[in-house]
């Protein structure tokens, strides 16, 4: 096996050097009656070459990789720069650990302080952890820290959140004793309704909505904080589509005091849904009850700057059952992902990318809309995301613009909501051009008329 | 100095300017040397440096406030973001990243951590375009190649583990042990009914466990009791028993081998007393990598387990992640598993859609990520698989289990090993005859990173004190192996004669110790840029 330098022979000199008889003599631990005996039943090995074949040639059953694109809910298609596939794949970050010695781990460290300062300067909050698994499970552990730090145990999440989210964020939950409520949202706006908030008790620990939510609606964020603050609870912002950032007002801003996000947009492959990167900020005074692993600045003795992991009395492996959260392993090189995108993009950059997704989105939602049958049923302002309603079922729909015309023109709502049986959610970015759109629009017209 | 000496010696025509002692001491190391002193992106930021090149906008551009009200708008013109270049970004990251230790430069025996070899074909095969881009939402008929994948690395990982049942959506270890702990809460719960499910809140631990172990039992609402270990570092079967006696116990974490190395050889008698108390065994997979091929959890009794494919499977660290923690469990507990699930369609008719995802499981704990996981590890894991054969597999963990058998062999004369039985796949050892002469078991490692290796993990696990956990795994040949043992005991050497050399460790790198404690006291967690009194102003939105 070429990944295993010692070769038969010498391994037979180790263990006469160790004075053991056979390879099978190191197991002698392990009762014979629990050995496994046979031969696993996994293919023999195969070569590099064919090992390649195999994976082309599954990867050829993923029509739709191939396809114009338009899905969003919840991933993104961005351009990104060649460089940043090529830094990631340094050694020296993707082969690296956990920075658990930090004399020899500054790069890894340095690189997610940057990343925390960036992750706080779009969400506008003082502090950011050094990343979660994706933005799903930022949500649940934002539910989960609201009820530390307020004592109260019902939280009301609105339900223009992503619905994998609120899923995600209900097996969280289901014994921590949280209360998970829904608030409704206006049918006509496409936004979380205000009203649903108007008598908050002196138990609800938070709302939680997301913005630009599920339907691509930005909402009434500061609204939404006036009210959660009213009652003393938190307000947790979750934002799907990072690219926003770049156009909208920060949560931070608008008085958010949890923000979570799925930085996919930040460079990061679709690869079929992961691996992404949660981020998580929040204020300063909840530095002590936020989840996951922070790097902050320390000096050596010569007074020398460098970074640490820190905080960690929070985490598992010092507080175990009394941990703010389970999470060891996070997504460090998703991070420096985002992180390398986002440096590159720059200021000037992350501005004009988040614009052109606003200004295409806009052209788009326009020429749809004049289509006979095609409406759009939500009057809220959108940033690159807006539901469409169509004159028949989505679904079938959708499939025939994919297999006859080539264009994967969106999600079709009933697959979350059977009461949204026409409606699709169409996403444009940067990457699709005025063309794709065109066709776009073409194809749902000569499929309707 | 050598080659600098040669090159002097030709520029000055053969003649070579005379070599003293003056002049030796008078090269000094450059402190302002670029790639050590490389600081933050920001402090390279300068306004109206461009990093990145878009297409224009080709379409009708309606004025911003038109689409967006005003108010929705940011106004803070996204000031403090960094404004660099292409070539600076390149460099930045060029520069900080040599100052990593990585596992393509050597030995990272962190033990418990499995630091093997990450194939450069994994990377290759994860960026295949008809993966790389391929939409998480898109159709399933559509998607048949990615779902094969999954498909196909659960028949194999249900294959290793003899344990049927499978979810690759945990995106961690953690994340996979909290599953495994949710899908015992559910099958309690429907097996005894809530009333009495709730007389049993108790998980079981061994005080040699993983931090993750006691976090993952609260977040599902178990209380944790601690099982001792023996002197002989196994779980104590008769401590096993009393806790097991009252009736409320859910069930048992445990590690197999155990975090000390050591396989727990009355794991048959330890499922079967949790078992007859009522509760299920779950296991931290962390170790797998001495059992591959080697033993089967479902043949030991276990219940449900969670694997590391960022360990066994040699997925890449990343400096912290991305991880993946697929679930794997017996037949009984498959219905709690999360959704949705990938299954293979049986009917014929449906052959387009071969693959399919499945969402009908009414008893499942629900779904714990988004979308379907941490692809991406799913596709290395199954080219590591694919490429090692189920003969590379075995002799994957044969040669793991004997390369830390060496090491125990070959550091035993000079450190102390608290437990006498053989170890697998990694080692223990404690700081106990170094630490009289005041070196412990931190100085011990930093004087290591001198030598070129990266330190062992250290305290932990914590019932062992000063305790040293070395695990090589099998992507170490054998002379990087006697360098580490000759490493290690020249440091118990100096350890004994001169221990302010291990005090002040490590005396080679960038930056000494830092100071940990005051950064905890007043952390700095962030950048702040220096106060833009203008830009705020502005309030444009830029471009």
């Not at chain 2, 429907?190 to 993952?216: F, V, W």
């Amino acid at each position: 096996m070429r990944y295993i330098p010692n070769s038969p022979e010498e391994r037979a000199e180790m263990l006469e050097q160790i004075g053991v008889a056979s390879t099978e003599k190191l197991f002698e631990s392990i009762p014979e009656n629990l050995r496994w005996r046979g031969h696993l039943n996994v293919p023999a090995a195969m070569s590099e070459l064919e090992l390649l074949q195999r994976f082309e040639e599954m990867g050829a059953g993923n029509r739709a990789a191939q396809r114009t694109c338009f899905l969003g809910g919840g991933a993104y298609s961005h351009y990104t720069p060649t460089i940043v596939d090529h830094l990631i794949s340094r050694s020296e970050f993707f082969t690296a650990y956990t920075p658990y010695q930090p004399e020899i781990s500054q790069g890894t460290l340095q690189a997610i302080f940057e990343f925390q300062t960036l992750v706080c300067q779009l969400t506008g909050m003082d502090i950011a952890n050094a990343s979660m698994y994706d933005g799903s499970t930022a949500m649940a552990e934002a539910v989960l820290m609201a009820e530390r730090v307020t004592r109260r145990r019902k939280v009301i999440v609105s339900s223009a959140v992503h619905p994998q989210y609120l899923e995600v964020a209900h097996t969280y939950v289901q014994h921590a004793g949280i209360d998970l409520q829904r608030a409704d949202f206006d049918p006509a706006t496409g936004q979380t309704l205000l009203s649903a908030f108007d008598a908050l008790d002196d138990q609800t620990a938070a709302i939680v909505i997301q913005s630009p939510n599920f339907f691509g609606c930005v909402e009434d964020v500061k609204a939404l904080a006036d009210k959660a603050h009213a009652a003393g609870a938190l307000l947790v912002v979750t934002v799907t589509e990072a690219m926003s950032f770049g156009l909208l007002k920060s949560p931070g801003a608008c008085g958010a005091d949890i923000v979570v996000a799925e930085g996919q947009s930040f460079g990061v492959p679709l690869s079929f849904g992961g691996p992404y990167v949660g981020l998580f900020a929040t204020r300063d005074k909840y530095a002590r009850q936020i989840p996951g692993r922070l790097v902050g600045e320390a000096f050596d003795k010569q007074g020398r700057r460098g970074f640490v992991l820190t905080l960690a009395t929070r985490e598992q492996h010092i507080r175990r059952e009394k941990a703010t959260s389970n999470i060891c392993t996070n997504e460090g090189l998703i991070a420096l992902c985002a992180t390398i995108y986002l440096e590159t993009m720059g200021r000037r950059g992350i501005q004009e990318v988040a614009q052109q997704c606003a200004h295409k989105a806009h052209y788009a939602a326009r020429v749809i809309e004049k289509v006979p049958g095609f409406a759009l049923p939500f009057s809220g302002p959108f940033f690159n995301e807006f539901v469409v309603r169509g004159p028949s079922a989505a679904a079938p729909l959708l499939a025939r613009l994919a297999q006859e015309k080539g264009v994967d023109g969106g999600i079709a709502l009933s697959r979350f909501n059977p009461d949204q049986p026409n409606d699709f959610l169409v996403c444009v970015t940067e990457t699709n051009t005025r063309a794709q759109i065109d066709a776009l629009v073409d194809g749902l017209q000569s499929l309707t008329s | 100095m050598r080659a600098l000496l040669a090159l002097i010696d030709r520029h000055a025509g053969g003649q070579r300017p005379p070599l003293d002692e003056s002049m030796s001491s008078n090269i000094t190391k450059v402190t302002t040397h670029l790639s050590p002193n490389e600081r933050l992106i920001f402090d390279r930021s300068q306004t109206g440096r461009r990093g990145y090149s878009l297409p224009p906008l080709d379409v009708d551009e309606a004025s911003l406030d038109e689409i967006i009200p005003a108010e929705f708008q940011r106004d803070d013109d996204l000031a403090g973001m960094p404004e660099v270049t292409e070539v600076d970004v390149v460099r930045h990251f060029t520069r900080i990243s040599t100052w990593n230790y990585s596992i393509d430069q050597g030995m990272y025996p962190l033990g418990s951590c499995t630091m093997k070899y990450n194939s450069r074909l994994n990377e290759k095969v994860a960026r295949i375009a008809n993966f790389a881009n391929l939409h998480p939402l898109a159709a399933e008929a559509e998607s048949q190649g990615a779902l094969q994948v999954i498909y196909e690395l659960q028949q194999h990982l249900a294959e290793i583990t003899g344990l049927p049942g499978i979810s690759l959506q945990p995106a961690a270890g953690a994340h996979g042990e909290m599953t495994g702990i949710m899908i015992i809460r559910a099958f309690i719960d429907a097996r005894d009914g809530k009333e009495a499910s709730a007389q049993r809140r108790t998980m079981l631990i061994p005080d040699s466990a993983h931090g993750t172990n006691p976090a993952s039992a609260h977040l599902s609402g178990f209380t944790v009791k601690t099982i001792r270990s023996t002197p002989e570092g196994l779980t104590d079967l008769d401590h096993l028993r009393e806790l097991c006696a009252h009736g409320d116990v859910a069930g048992l974490m445990l590690t197999n081998p155990n975090t000390l190395g050591l396989f727990e050889k009355n794991i048959r008698e330890i499922c079967r007393i949790v078992h007859e108390a009522g509760g299920l065994v779950y296991m931290d997979g962390a170790n797998m990598n001495a059992l591959v091929g080697i033993a089967r959890p479902g043949d030991m009794g276990v219940d449900v387990i969670h694997l590391n494919l960022h360990k066994t499977f040699s997925t890449p660290h990343g400096g912290g992640g991305p991880g993946s923690g697929p679930c794997c469990c017996s037949k009984e507990l498959e219905p709690f598993l999360p959704v949705p699930r990938i299954v293979r369609s049986l009917s014929r008719d449906d052959e387009p859609r071969a693959f399919k995802l499945d969402y009908d499981y009414p008893q499942s704990i629900g779904r714990v990520k988004a979308f379907l996981g941490n692809y991406g590890m799913m596709l290395r894991a199954l080219a590591y698989i694919l490429t090692h054969g189920y003969d590379g597999l075995l002799e994957a963990t044969q040669a793991a289990v004997l390369n830390a058998r060496y090491i125990a062999h070959g550091l035993q004369s000079d450190y102390e090993k608290p437990f006498a039985g053989d170890p697998m796949h990694e080692v223990v050892f404690t700081d106990k005859r170094q630490s009289r002469k005041g070196a412990h078991t931190l100085d011990i490692a930093k004087r290591l990173i001198d030598y070129g290796f990266h330190p062992m993990t250290i305290y932990f696990p914590l019932i062992v004190s000063g305790a040293m956990l070395i695990e090589p795994t099998e992507s170490v040949g054998r002379q990087e192996l006697d360098q580490f043992i000759d490493a290690m005991r020249s440091i118990a050497k100096e350890a004994l004669n001169d221990p302010e050399l291990l005090l002040n460790a490590p005396h080679t790198t960038r930056i000494g110790r830092l100071d940990e404690a005051a950064a905890a006291r007043k952390p700095v967690l962030r950048w702040q840029p220096p106060a833009e009194p203008h830009a705020a102003a502005t309030g444009s939105s830029g471009a």
